[in-house]
């Protein structure tokens, strides 16, 4: 073996899983590993995998698959490979190592072990929420308490969960510009029956408010000015903590940090969004009064079958008290299509709540059976010609409405987060309204057009989801 000794970590599926490969590169590095961003001459290939839906877990084979062609050891990680440890290892040999989250403090004599050709026995996976003994509110209480300023006394996480415990940072950021994810907690406590999360990821567990707050303030001194908070479910934070108000405590003291101009919150379930963390969101300075609210659908009896709760009506309501608190906050949300039991009139209800919402970002899925979830189970399974047709048909109303909706932000003035180099000297960046990735882009035309900086601008026009804006 080499004394210099490369990893190259691959990256796929959301924002908490991009968390989690800046915690192992920070852990790589600390046990000597020289990351580099090719795969072409690296020891070892890392891939962080999505095994969410089945297109993520087939872009994750893909993935691995590649890395094994560039020659290098390949190990595979993150969600795909704890929720199936030894069935992949077995189904694709191509992998030198299968690892799961309980590898993740070890992962520099994983990594060595891999190089130095010892094998490693992928784990056999279970439901993640039985393999604790005790609930995540007596492993608070049983910690150790640590006096935090305007917080009162918190314990500290036990060793090795992920997040790591206590207020020292382990992270390394693997790309630059002013935007970062910032995890609230792992895991997720909902029973819904679609969703295999909380079998693979766990039980849900907040970090402490003096460790979240610790990273912000790390990240900022690297240069982040916005924070998107991530989680399973961002509404649930604090409740482990005895503390069910612990995030609207924390949005205020997060927008004060220093350097940081934004706060955003994502993935917050309907249900949960009590009325003092809706006010915090959409009217504390600093916070962008976005609100990414997990609705799925809006049909009463689908959401009963999803173990969901609402309808059309009352999330037409809670839009109504977002929007008298913060006319021109920001709405995106996802929906499945074709659930199992879905009528023709369940799909109706959904088509008129979107056209009621004025939503500015929307994502279509057609349902798909996923592997141990109640869903699998159920009757009435919906013809797959059916359920494309419903995608297709639902997607192009929902590319229509946001479309108007960006339509209406002409004229009014927003605050854009500049981001990158545009053509003709223009900059691209995003306004409170818009989350990275999963919504559009503000196009600024002006003069010295200061990037990682927020302008004021007045919107010019649009182009579906997308602005058009000059400086004010």
């Known amino acids: 073996m080499s004394t210099r000794r490369t990893v190259s970590l691959v990256t796929l599926g959301c924002a908490r899983n991009e968390v989690d490969s800046e915690e192992l590169a920070a852990r790589m590095e600390g046990a000597g590993w020289d990351l580099t961003e ?12 999505c095994g969410f839906i089945e297109a993520a877990k087939k872009d994750s084979i893909d993935t691995l698959l590649a890395a094994h062609d560039s020659g290098a050891k390949v190990v595979a990680a993150g969600c795909m490979a704890e929720r199936y440890g030894a069935e992949l290892a077995e189904a694709l040999p191509e992998a030198d190592a299968v690892i799961g989250f309980d590898d993740y403090t070890d992962i ?8 130095e050709g010892r094998a490693h026995a992928a784990h056999t996976p279970r439901d993640r929420r039985t393999l604790l003994p005790i609930s995540p509110v007596e492993r608070h209480a049983s910690a150790p308490a640590v006096a935090i300023p305007g917080h009162g006394e918190t314990p500290d996480l036990p060793a090795g969960l992920a997040p790591e415990s206590g207020p020292r940072v382990l992270r390394r950021r693997l790309g630059g510009g002013p935007v970062a994810p910032l995890k609230l907690a792992s895991g997720c406590d909902r029973r819904c029956t679609f969703c295999a999360i909380p079998a693979f990821r766990g039980a849900y567990v907040s970090r402490q408010p003096a460790e979240v707050l610790e990273e912000a303030r790390w990240l900022a001194g690297h240069g982040v000015r916005e924070l998107v908070l991530v989680s399973e479910n961002s509404t649930s934070y604090g409740k482990d903590l005895g503390d069910l108000r612990a995030l609207e405590k924390l949005l205020p003291s997060l927008a004060a940090v220093d350097g940081v101009d934004r706060v955003r919150v994502s993935y917050l379930q309907p249900a949960e969004l009590r009325p003092g963390l809706l006010e915090v969101i959409a009217a504390t300075p600093g916070v962008a009064p976005y609100f990414d609210l997990s609705f799925q659908h809006a049909s009463g009896p689908v959401l009963r079958s999803m173990r969901r ?5 009352r999330f037409l309501e809670l839009l109504d008290r977002i929007r ?6 920001g709405v995106r949300s996802n929906f499945i299509v074709g659930f199992p039991g879905e009528s023709e009139d369940d799909y109706e209800e959904l088509a008129a709540f979107l056209t009621g919402a004025r939503l500015d970002a929307v994502g279509v899925f057609g349902y798909s059976d996923e592997d141990g979830t109640e869903a699998a189970t159920l009757p009435g399974k919906v013809d797959q010609d059916e359920v494309d047709r419903r995608v297709a048909e639902l997607t192009a109303l929902a590319d229509e409405l946001t479309a108007q909706r960006a339509e209406d932000r002409v004229g009014t003035e927003l605050h854009v987060l500049l981001e990158d180099k545009a053509d003709d000297g223009a900059a691209e960046g995003r306004g409170e309204h818009q989350a990275p990735e999963v919504d559009g882009t503000v196009l600024v035309h002006g003069d010295g057009l200061p990037l990682g900086e927020i302008v004021r601008v007045r919107v010019t026009g649009s182009d579906g989801v997308d602005l058009v804006a000059a400086v004010s």
């Open 324 to 329: 008298t608190l913060a006319p021109e906050a």
């Open 108 to 115: 520099g004599d994983r990594l060595n072990d891999v190089l």
């Open 38 to 49: 090719s795969a072409d001459g690296a020891d070892v290939v890392v891939v962080n995998t």
């Open 309 to 313: 709760f609402g309808d059309r009506e």
